[in-house]
């Protein structure tokens, strides 16, 4: 079975309504346990209790950006092959793109106040999420304001598109602009400056928890948009007849 | 009670307003599903 | 009455409406000035209230011609002219709706802008009064605008041309407010001035701008 | 008495006088087609019966709130339902009830349905509603039919006859027939104005001219 | 094609045609930003490269929906479409006309503005000649903004949402290169990261804005 | 060979085919007339045929370049004099002389007014002078003359005569009658299409349907 089969409505319902219940129960499960058991860790010797944050604050940066991602795949799979339901998954998509990314801004915000001495500071990771966060709202409006679905799929197509590309060159301009005070990534960094494992295990478990998480919510707000669209189309086809 | 000491304000604000935000999608996201679902049923039903 | 004010809060938060959209605008604009200014904490201090301040008079200018504009087109404002509504209460309701859907998000959200541009906590509170005093006098001015401008295509620049120099003392007086705030000044006469604005351009500028609705419709 | 009383009107468009010297009166269960060529000023007279613009001379007599106008624009919201279209124009007009005119103009199946989903017919049945819960007697409509096909028209003059019936009047422009033929009608080309001097000009380009 | 472009100014220089109305914003904002601020030189020296690349932002915003707009109410879009000049011509041309009608004037402009934000002597030329290269890129961007929102109605506060992020770097090279000319220090790296987009921009969004115009045509 | 030749053409509009099968070709010195109801497809398939939008099926065989559209909108600048909008629209299209088309449409005492100062009849005038100007042997004309009064449609008639005898062919779509009557009358409401699965669908409304 080839991917593109996906993209045929009434498979797409059958298949996601199989998938469903077991993305809703992992995403359940693991952000719950993943949250609880980051939050019952112990404080770190220098961030204090704060560090409980970054089983929040990590997986929902990380998907800020992921989301983009997905969304930008979507676009690019519905302006080269046309397949109306990867338009409607990229539209799906967005608000909770957004939301991660808010998530994301506001647990570093409050985060900041303690560790830096400051809500907001102009540092290029914060930055560039705000930046981030403002090509989302873009993108949501546009799929708003157009009346016609067919339009509406391929101007926001081609928004994500061009918006990928300044995002990217956003962020470097703001690295040009100003060096922060973010710390780098860790998890990828070198064996003995590792976060311990401790901190380590949780994380990992809230980060698929949060990717569970949007695949399910994905999935349902993609069926959601399917609906609406077949709504519309039978009520086209009556005021037509 | 676990403890969280001098930063449990900030700690409990990060966690409070992520969960909000993050029952805030979900609300939504169930509420716009069955709004849609019974929207369609009806149509369905009546043409 | 009651109806016109529901109906075009209804529309504005349906898809399309464009609701939120003044809010995003806004953020947009305090992210921009902190590019254009430099990032050092101090000097955004220094002019965040008057960037506020400005962010807010062009986040509402630029959702003004939605005012009368979109009833002119389809047709509506020709028949509320011939309601028994009077020309002069339209007016007053649909600036009514534009303060609401604009104004008043905006002061809601503005101290959370004034975070990013590192406003001092203590000039906060007044941030939040000189906008909630003052932005219903940038919705009555600007339907004001938006009258004279209703029966013009992309009449949007010209737009802001009429009703920016309108704007000039509220501005004025409104960060006035919250620089004086922010420095434990006494507040009690740039506030007075912009009460006194405000509540003047309400009595005064629905006549005006029904005068002006009369002239484009005709 | 009758419902409007037009003596001696002229009226102006673009500073200049388009016609002047119309006089007519309208009854109840009267309708008046107005013709001419295009510009010879049909919807300058109509708005200004409708008191959307004053007069350069001569005077409209009427009861006050009776005129309802209606041009080719609707004064639909697109993002509105036919009900909350409908409801909102009778609370403007002080009026609670629409499922007379709903029913009237046979919408029942659509109240739903957000107007940018209706058809062009259906949109029209709905504009039509839109006068019916205005309550209002005497219609004012500028070309009503404009690219409307025949089926359409047809209803347009089914409802526009029950109107009349009903004790209303209507006072409309178009240039195509619109099958009723209980309509009186008048020709506007008559009475185009004749450039001279006027003791009071219609506005720049005749104070000017 | 030459004439599309001849067309274009010529409309914009006639009555109602908008020419100057970009600059009178400019200016507006200009004098706003000391009422916000405060007069105090000294602040104003340090933010007035950011106020002026902004302003010049939001001039060049305001009269994007001219770009195509008008020409897709009274048709002309439809027949230049099928004129035997490529839409990607067309929106080239388009957004040389903006540019020659709104971001020159604000470039021969600027240094004047300058004066009145007390800019440095010693950044004039920098202002002069980093607008000069990055003002383009700002009319490109925007046509592509505008060519995604010509069928929508009112679409003014959804375009300056669409293409004020796309203007940032923009912004962020163009602002950096007027405070390092004022510093004296080098401007090299800044002024090729403007001139580099500059140049991506115009090679490319010229077949996205066609795209886009094409979907909105249909 | 033929101007024009459209083998089992499909037109989509607003996500959903509005008319399908349709087949027809014009020869130099031919006119087709488009008619059926409202919403039936007409300004669809003329969009279509312009080249404005893709057709969902069948195909369009023209020589490159042979089309001038025209609807409702002139593609008029009211800002500019007669002369200006000719010779722009003239040059746009790679020709320089647009004096024929002036005598032609008999415009010659209007040649320096601007657009804006011009009647209704006048500018439906100068928007035929703009066809001519194109040099494009195939007209497509989406009601032309919609509101228009008796004399300007009988100038319309003439002109679209004088183009099909110099070699030209022309394809409306009209609601009302255009005294054309060597011309070919096509009433699409047969090719309505009908509802069901298309193997690819024209749109989101036919995806979901
Ligand atoms: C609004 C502001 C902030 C934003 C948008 C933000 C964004 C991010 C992002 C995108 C990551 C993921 C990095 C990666 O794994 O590649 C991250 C990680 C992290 N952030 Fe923030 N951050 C913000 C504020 C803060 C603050 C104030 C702190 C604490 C002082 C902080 C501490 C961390 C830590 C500890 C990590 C984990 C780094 C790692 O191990 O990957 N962040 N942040
Ligand atoms: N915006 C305008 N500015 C100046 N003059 C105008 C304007 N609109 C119309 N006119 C002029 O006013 C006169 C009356 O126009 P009006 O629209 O009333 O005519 P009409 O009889 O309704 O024509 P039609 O049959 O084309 O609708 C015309 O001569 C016209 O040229
Ligand atoms: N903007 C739109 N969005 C969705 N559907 C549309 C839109 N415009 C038209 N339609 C639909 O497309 C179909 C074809 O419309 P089209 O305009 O081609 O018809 P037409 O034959 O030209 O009608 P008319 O005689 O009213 O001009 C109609 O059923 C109409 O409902
Ligand atoms: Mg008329
Ligand atoms: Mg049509």
New interface residues.
Partial sequence: MSIWEYANPVKFMRTSGAILPWAVAGAALCTVSGLVWGFLTPEDYKQGSTVKIVFIHVPAAMMAINIWVMMLVASLIWLIRRHHVSALAAKAAAPVGAVMTLIALATGAIWGQPMWGTWWEWDPRLTSFLILFLFYVGYIALWSAVEDPDSAADLTGWLCLVGSVFALLSRYAVLFWNQGLHQGASLSVAEGERMSAVYRYPLYLSMLGFFLLFVALLLIRTRTEIRRRRLAALQAREARA | MIELGKYAGTVLAAYGVSLALLVGVIWQTLAANARARRALEAQEKNG | MIALLMRDLTLATRAGGGFGLGLAFFLILCTLVPFGVGPQGGTLALIAPGILWVGALLACLLSLDRIFALDHEDGSLDLLATSPIPLEGVVVLKAAAHWLTTGLPLVVAAPLFGLLLHLPAAAAPWLILSMLIGTPALSMLGAFGAAITVGLRRGGLLLSLLVLPLYIPTLIFGAEVIRRGAEGGSTVTPLAFLAGITAAVLALMPFAAAAALRVNLR | MSLVAVRDLAVARGGMRAVEGVSFTLDKGEALILR????VGKTTLL?TV?????PVAGEVVMAD?S??????????????SVT?NL???A????RADINAAIAAMNLG?LVD?PA???????KRRLGLA?LLV?GRPLWVLD?PT???????VGLFAAVVRAHLAGGGAALMAT??DLALDEARVLDLTPYRAKPGKAETPAGFNEAFA
């Fill in positions: 001419g060529p295009n510009g708005r409708a008191g959307l613009q004053p709130d005129v309802a106008y209606a041009a080719h624009a609707d004064g639909l919201k697109s993002a509105l909350e409801r909102f124009w609370r403007v007009f002080g199946g349905r940018a989903s209706l058809s062009a017919g259906q839109r205005t070309e404009v690219s409307l096909d025949a089926d359409s240039h195509i």
